[in-house]
């Protein structure tokens, strides 16, 4: 009846326009990054950081913590990982909403183009964040929210177009084999 048109100039109104994404850019300078070797998820003495020291890196620049181990510090003592290099200009763009598979896939082959280009930057990287208290998890399971929620994954691509795929849930979540 009556209500259906109703219902949707209110959900037209007030819900679609919350799902629209809202995209932030920033450039971070002078950046200190891990030196990073496609072949070596492991990382090597002196020529490599491992794929475990680069998710916890990217945690701490994403969170805006600082790099610089200072003992003064009340928040954290944290360092880039070695070796490292100091980049002079890093791009950030962040994307919060609800954003579909299709549209992950479409940034993944638009961050490759990147590398079509004459740029210098040797990898980069796109992360997807889960919503914390997502009711599912991969594979269809229930997501166990637990103690932190934790559920995402991210890619880290190379300039010859190798890749890591990296992912973390809880402990009480299934994952893809």
Same mark, same amino acid.
């Given at each position: 009846g009556a209500e $259906?048109?109703? %219902?949707? =100039? &209110? +959900?037209s109104k007030n819900q679609i326009q919350a799902l629209k994404p809202k995209i932030t850019f920033s450039t971070l300078r002078d950046l200190q990054c891990p030196v990073l070797q496609s072949k070596d998820l492991q990382g090597k003495p002196e020529e490599s950081c491992s794929t475990e020291e680069l998710l916890e890196?990217? @945690?701490a620049v994403l969170n805006q913590v600082?790099?610089?181990n200072k003992s003064s510090s009340f928040i954290s003592t944290y360092c880039c990982p070695e070796p490292n290099t100091v980049v002079e200009k890093a791009f950030l763009c962040t994307i919060t909403g609800f954003i579909i598979p299709e549209?992950?896939?479409? %940034?993944? !082959?638009?961050l490759c183009c990147y590398f079509a280009e004459p740029k210098l930057a040797p990898w980069l990287t796109l992360t997807v964040h889960g919503f914390a208290d =997502?009711?599912?998890?991969?594979? @269809? =399971? !229930?997501? @166990? +929210?637990?103690? $932190? @929620? !934790?559920?995402? &994954?991210n890619f880290v691509i190379f300039r010859n177009l190798d890749y890591w795929l990296q992912m973390a849930v809880g402990a009480h979540d299934d994952c893809p084999p």
């Open positions: $259906g048109p109703t %219902l949707m =100039s &209110y +959900f890196w990217l @945690g600082s790099l610089d549209k992950i896939i479409q %940034l993944l !082959e638009q =997502s009711p599912v998890s991969w594979r @269809g =399971s !229930e997501h @166990g +929210f637990h103690k $932190g @929620g !934790e559920n995402l &994954y």
